[in-house]
């Protein structure tokens, strides 16, 4: 008589458990990351395009550039703006607390700059 190989309903049902957690976890975690790309683009895009504004100038671009691309995580008065030379320079840090299930919760900071 051969010995039967293979995983057990048991084993199956562990497996495809721990396959769903991750699963709802990426999908929660997902749209704080997609939000976040689109905060350091925005922040990129508008360093470059004013390389010589002042400080008044880059938060109204972020403002109008905030209400196209619809962030809210952050306002113009979150960014810190600096001169590198005749380079604005954008950065902004946040935190951002995603509940996954019951009392957890993943809390992620985040950082974007445009240099």
């Not at 049902?13 to 396959?19: K, Q």
């Not at 671009?61 to 600096?82: C, H, N, Q, Y």
Request: hydrophobic share 50%; charged share 20%; net charge positive.
């Amino acid at each position: 008589m051969k010995n039967q190989r293979g995983v057990t309903l048991v084993g199956m049902v562990v497996i495809c458990i721990a396959i769903v957690i991750v699963a709802i976890g990426g999908l929660k975690i997902a749209p704080a990351y997609i939000e976040y790309y689109k905060v350091k683009k925005a922040i990129v895009a508008i360093a470059q395009a004013n390389r010589g504004g002042t400080v008044g100038d880059v938060r109204r671009a972020f403002e109008m550039r905030s209400a196209i691309d619809d962030i809210d995580v952050i306002g113009p008065k979150d960014l810190d703006i600096t001169k590198e030379g005749n380079d604005v320079v954008i950065s902004a840090g946040y935190s951002k607390r995603i509940p996954l299930f019951g009392n957890v919760n993943v809390v992620i900071d985040f950082a974007a700059s445009s240099n």
